[in-house]
DNA sequence: TGGCTAAGCGGACATGTGTCCGCTAGCGTG
DNA sequence: CACGCTAGCGGACACATGTCCGCTTAGCCA
């Protein structure tokens, strides 16, 4: 999987099918694979080799936003409180899940797989540097940890459009005051 | 759908289609809807129209579950607080989610869609009763709903079995530390 | 009781995901 | 440059969900 042998056509097969999935997700709501793997020129068994399963692909499809939400993290450290930059950090992940409904999910799968490979993955280590911070400053319980909080806002992912301004933020902020330390 | 004409054969099929429901979900772990059809001896266009979707069917198959953790919600508000009577039903719902995992996920998709039904099925009605008692005494938050909760804990669906212990319990206290109206 | 009518049946079909495996051809080697 | 090894290809296949529609037959009515 790294950059060994048969890198040519392997690797350029690859690129071919992440940017066919592009080109799909962008025109065509309806997102299926075997549509991707036909649009990229490409047998379904090569698509499911690169991409084992549709969220691998949309993963590595939607990286450059994932690698956006992590770099956000030290920087909303960097300006804010840590609870404050908690919360701010949520609004960004629920303005992107609400654009990105499919992404999120495929995003949430993806953590929570790193998390069984005893690993956090990115999204992982951004939640634990936020949630350390206000460990430390005493802002927030210490009993939590980043899968607790995968978890509590997997919701995003089950909202409806039509009650997404009803009960996003809003679901975020009674989350938020969960992982409060209380006084 | 209620009781009017051909109800002789037709009440009959769906009968036999939750009894072999409860059969193949008794022996297998894998529940497949053709299976099912085929135990029952009905045709697959049979099961669905008594059935429209896998939820539904699940439904109906535990429905008695249902209306215990349902009945249970005025009992524990008879003998406790109200922030306590609902910590006592969330761990009903933990230890009913625990051991059927597939089925809550049915139930969650049933409330969901009796509430974009415009009506709140008879778990968010034992929810909101919950509530309701918690926000008269005040130790309650009063701009939470009975969706907002099912939103919630949504998430002991998607809680692996190896990290159930963990977290399922721990989770809900924080969620309904939450729902807590803070002084 | 015999016939009519639509409620209800049931399985073929359409669609989507994911697997398997025989064939192809890129690349290192002599 | 010719050759062989094996990474990688790709599409046929297996399997699940859910839909559709022509046929059957229960129940009502004369």
């Known amino acids: 999987m790294d950059s060994t042998r048969r890198r040519a056509d392997a ?4 690129a071919r099918i992440i940017r066919a999935a592009r080109a799909v997700i962008a025109n065509a709501d309806e997102i299926k694979l075997n549509a991707i793997a036909k649009q990229a020129g490409v047998g379904q068994g090569t698509l499911y080799r690169h991409f084992p399963t549709r969220e691998d692909l949309l993963a590595e499809v939607y990286r450059e936003d994932v690698d956006a939400l992590v770099a956000a993290a030290p ?3 960097a300006e804010h409180e840590p ?8 609004d960004r992940v629920a303005d992107y ?18 998390l069984s490979a ?9 939640l634990t540097t936020l949630l350390d911070a206000g460990k430390a400053d005493g802002t ?5 940890d980043a899968r607790d909080v995968i978890l509590l806002i997997g919701y995003l992912t089950r ?9 996003a933020r809003h679901l975020l902020h009674i ?6 330390r209380r006084e």
């Open 97 to 114: 899940a609400q654009v990105k409904r499919g992404v999120f999910a495929a995003v949430e799968v993806g953590v929570w797989r790193d």
């Open 118 to 126: 005893h690993s956090l993955g990115p999204i992982g280590d951004a």
């Open 140 to 144: 927030i319980r210490s009993d939590v």
């Open 159 to 167: 909202l409806e459009e039509a009650e997404w301004d009803a009960r």
């Open 75 to 77: 920087a909303l450290l």
């Open 11 to 14: 690797a350029d097969n690859r």
């Open 83 to 90: 609870l404050t930059a908690l919360a701010r950090w949520f």
């Open 175 to 180: 989350v938020l005051d969960g992982l409060r």
